[in-house]
C-alpha cells in the first residue's frame, strides 16, 4: 500500500496548525496567569509568544523553509520548559506546553519531509 505524497502533507500540515495553536494558547494562557499571580510583567507575555507569531506568515503561506525553522524553534520551547522544569518550575501548563512544542516541531519536520518528497516527485 503506498502513500500518497499529497495527503501526507496535508495532513502534517493540520498537525503543524493544530500544535501552533495549542502552544499559542498556552503561552498565552501561562502569560496572563504568571501576570495574575505578579510572578511576571506583561513583557514577558508578549516576550515568550513573539517568536511564535512571527512565524505565522510562514504558516499561512506554508513556506517550506519557514518550516524547517518553525522545527528549530519547536525545539527552543522545549528546551525552555525543561529549564523551567529543572528550576522547580513544576505545573501542569509547563508540561503541556512542552509536549506542544514538541508536537510542533515534529508536525513541522514531517511537513518539510513530505513537501520536498512532494517538490522532488513533481519535478
Given amino acids: 500500500m503506498s502513500r500518497d505524497p499529497a495527503a501526507a502533507v496535508g495532513k502534517a500540515r493540520r498537525y503543524v496548525r493544530l500544535a501552533y495553536a495549542a502552544l499559542l494558547a ?3 494562557v501561562s502569560g496572563i496567569w504568571h501576570y495574575v499571580e505578579g510572578h511576571a510583567d506583561a513583557a514577558a507575555l508578549v516576550v515568550r509568544a513573539l517568536p511564535l507569531i512571527l512565524f505565522l506568515p510562514t504558516l499561512l503561506l506554508e ?8 522545527t528549530a524553534l519547536g525545539v527552543l520551547y522545549v528546551v525552555q520548559g525543561m529549564l523551567i522544569v529543572s528550576k522547580g ?23 518539510v519531509r513530505g513537501r520536498g518528497r512532494l517538490d522532488r516527485s513533481a519535478s
Fill in 26 to 28: 498556552l503561552l498565552v
Fill in 63 to 70: 513556506r517550506r523553509r519557514g518550516h524547517i525553522w518553525l
Fill in 89 to 111: 518550575g513544576y505545573s501542569v501548563l509547563v508540561f503541556a506546553e512542552i509536549a506542544a512544542a514538541g508536537a510542533l516541531s515534529a508536525a513541522a519536520f514531517y511537513y
